[in-house]
């Protein structure tokens, strides 16, 4: 294994192989579990609003399945802006907590705004602003986890922090339901809503999660001593009558010759395409990128049920809670299978449920039972890829670089998905849903065999590192 963190072997455990024998019992750290909690209030926040969007989009306000399709894209992608900078921002201040409590701040200011959205463009300005906010959010948060748990369990902590995710993530549609069953039309009491529990969350982060530092403490011992020696310097140079060196070279010219030795890591300033040449990291980023591209949005995929089976409107924010009690089922348990079995493959099995959904969805036999399967396998197909492309992206990546390399992972998932999300309501239009859906699955099924063989040459391409 290449040599990444000042002269010492990365100790996390390599991450397309099974994990070896483990004498440490796990042990849950009480930061992933109060990031679980803010992560669990945001998502009733968010969630209640995204279960009722599709149908405020296309019923109430009468927009067309395009226009939904934009504004579920820029859900999807619109985070993708800010992802690599909030990464980078993390990485360099040493600090995440700092980075994602402006998230945090930002989604819970756009909630008031929806207070006073009604048109397309301005709905189209708050959601995106939402979505920046969760953009800056998500990386420094998986780095305050993956600094907090233990190697050996890398996906089971995140499997921890994905279930309280979700158990917010089904409350919120079902707060929705119940608010909709009271109040027919009752969006606004719904926007009211999560905007309470917005606020909520950010005082949980704000007041209870530690100010960790994910810096390597090596990296910010040599970056101090880096610091105070080019402080140093420049006070004797001050003291000179020209403030010039013996060579005529000011201090600021001296400091910035220095070179770092090698095989030791400078201070992080950003963002570098080298982070790419990274053993695996580049295939994973890619794999990643295609099979976001063919990726249907949730919204679409329960428009295309209700759709196919013309249930009352009431009913709809239970399908986000039907695949989200799945999710946070199945989040812990798919987690120790990545850790033991391989996290490569139990991703690509993850996007194997995601086309059993789709045909499933567009097959011309409906009912309530088909239904639950579709909201099974879709609950499946993210309990296998959400935690666990985080936990490889983290463990492939160098550890002064860690909330870079997240944000690099969640940025080429965010546009891919973005631009899916487009081209199915484009697609729909053209060829109605259930053709839409099929055609979507088919590629998808070729994506996900090309993908297989990236993440093959990826493993080959770690374990020769």
């Known amino acids: 294994m290449s040599d990444r963190n000042g002269g010492k072997k990365d100790q996390r455990p390599a991450d397309w192989t099974p994990a070896g024998p ?33 149908l405020y989009i296309t019923a109430f306000l009468g927009l067309s399945t395009i226009a939904f399709g934009i504004l579920d894209g820029i859900n999807q992608g619109a985070s993708a802006i800010v992802r690599i900078a909030a990464g980078y921002a993390s990485d360099r201040i040493g600090r995440p907590k700092r980075v994602a409590v402006a ?9 008031i705004g929806l207070l006073f959205a009604s048109g397309f463009w301005a709905l189209t300005a708050v959601v995106t602003a939402d979505r920046i906010g969760k953009g800056i959010r998500t990386a420094p948060r998986d780095a305050l986890i993956s600094v907090s748990a233990q190697p050996e369990y890398l996906a089971r902590h995140f499997g921890v922090h994905r279930m309280l995710d979700n158990i917010g993530a089904a409350g ?26 917005a606020v909520i969350g950010v005082a949980v982060l704000v007041l209870l999660v530690p100010n960790l530092s994910t810096r390597p403490k090596d990296t910010a011992e040599k970056d101090k001593a880096e610091k105070d020696k080019a402080e140093k310097d420049k006070a004797e140079r001050d003291t000179a009558d020209a403030g010039e060196g013996p060579a005529g070279e000011s201090a600021a010219d001296n400091v910035e010759a220095r070179e770092v030795p090698a095989g030791e890591p400078g201070p992080v300033w950003g963002f570098r395409w080298r982070l790419l040449r990274e053993p695996g990291l580049g295939r994973l980023l890619a794999a990643a990128g295609l099979l976001g591209l063919l990726t249907v949005g949730d919204g679409f995929i329960y428009l295309v049920l209700q759709d196919r089976d013309s249930f009352a409107v009431q009913w709809f ?6 695949t989200n009690v799945v999710f946070l089922l199945l989040a812990i348990p798919l987690g120790r299978l990545a850790d033991r079995w391989g996290k490569a493959r139990v991703f690509i099995l993850g996007h194997v449920a995601l086309i059993a959904c789709y045909l499933l969805a567009a097959a011309p036999v409906g009912g309530l039972g088909a239904t639950l399967a579709c909201l099974v396998l879709l609950g499946a197909f993210y309990a296998a890829t959400d935690g666990v492309l985080a936990a490889l992206a983290s463990q492939l990546t160098p550890p002064d670089k860690l909330a870079t390399g997240l944000g690099a992972a969640q940025t080429v998932v965010a546009l891919s998905r973005m631009t899916a999300s487009v081209g199915f309501g484009v697609l729909w239009f053209a060829l109605g849903p259930a053709v839409a859906m099929l055609v979507v699955g088919a590629l998808l099924a070729a994506g996900v065999v090309a993908s297989w063989f990236m993440l093959r040459g990826g493993m080959l391409q770690r374990a020769a590192a």
């Open 22 to 54: 483990v004498t440490q019992p796990f042990r849950l750290s009480p930061v992933i579990l109060w990031l679980g909690v803010v992560s669990m209030l945001t998502d009733v926040s968010s969630e209640s609003v995204s279960a009722i969007l599709p």
């Open 103 to 111: 998230g945090y701040g930002l989604s819970m200011v756009a909630r």
């Open 172 to 197: 919120g549609p079902l707060l929705a339901f119940f608010i909709l069953m009271l109040i027919p039309n009752g969006y606004v009491t719904v926007f009211v809503v999560s905007l309470a529990f």
């Open 317 to 322: 924010p239970l399908l986000f809670v039907g």
